[in-house]
């Protein structure tokens, strides 16, 4: 009976906390993630303020739940994903392509999240280090893209990384694309795949190393080392 009532506990609190969360989307959604308060959330939520507190201890707290459960929703797609592409601008396309459809039901919340974005000091920032267990992941994700693809031996610890920033690139242009159906971002990722696949097959020619070393000291600079 105790095991029992144990479980009943917790089914009930995973529902408290599913039910906080799915308000907060929803109001970052409608009104925006500065205007919303942990007060709107518990009342939209049908709790007390003091459990919304209790399950999340601030907004930015429900944010990173959201970047937590869409990462790992995510890789069992990015996997599939990779399984069918076959050449390296496909499987470029195909990565970056599971993130926007997988943020697409969320694209107002990460527009409002938009202007930390751009701040390593801001915790939601993809650039922080309070997010760089996600973006390991992902850039573990391009190491995966690029197997089987000849990379100069200089080049390949920081491709997977440059490619990151170039799909970091491609959300910000599609969180503000405003085309029917963000058709231009559709357009923009299929040709930037393309260019940057062919750039990465160029790469290994004598004739690159010049570029590959201006390249190299360019990724270095934005790295700080």
């Not at 906080?20 to 959604?29: N, Y």
């Not at 069918?84 to 396309?93: E, P, T």
Request: hydrophobic letters at 45%; a positive charge; glycine letters at 6%.
């Amino acid at each position: 009976m105790l095991l029992f009532e144990r479980v009943q506990i917790m089914a009930k609190s995973d529902e408290t906390k599913q039910k906080i969360f799915e308000a907060a989307l929803g109001l970052f959604r409608t009104q925006g993630f500065d205007s919303t308060t942990m007060r709107e959330i518990a009342r939209e939520a049908g709790v007390a303020t003091g459990a919304a507190y209790y399950y999340y201890e601030s907004k930015d707290a429900i944010v990173m739940d959201f970047y937590g459960r869409a990462n790992e929703e995510m890789q069992p797609k990015l996997a599939a994903a990779l399984d069918r592409a076959r050449s390296l601008d496909d499987r470029i396309r195909s990565v970056i392509g599971i993130k926007v459809e997988q943020f697409a039901p969320n694209r107002t919340i990460l527009r409002a999240l938009l202007r930390n974005g751009a701040d390593p000091k801001h915790p939601l920032s993809p650039f922080s280090e309070a997010t760089k267990e996600i973006r390991d992941i992902d850039i573990g994700w391009f190491r995966r893209v690029l197997e089987g693809t000849r990379v100069p031996r200089d080049l390949e610890a920081a491709l997977p990384g440059v490619l990151w920033f170039f799909q970091m690139g491609v959300i910000f242009f599609w969180v503000v694309d405003e085309s029917p159906k963000q058709a231009r971002t559709t357009a923009l990722l299929a040709a930037a795949a393309k260019s940057a696949a062919s750039l990465i097959r160029l790469s290994g020619l004598p004739l690159m190393r010049p570029v590959r070393k201006t390249a190299l000291n360019i990724i270095a600079l934005v790295a700080g080392e």
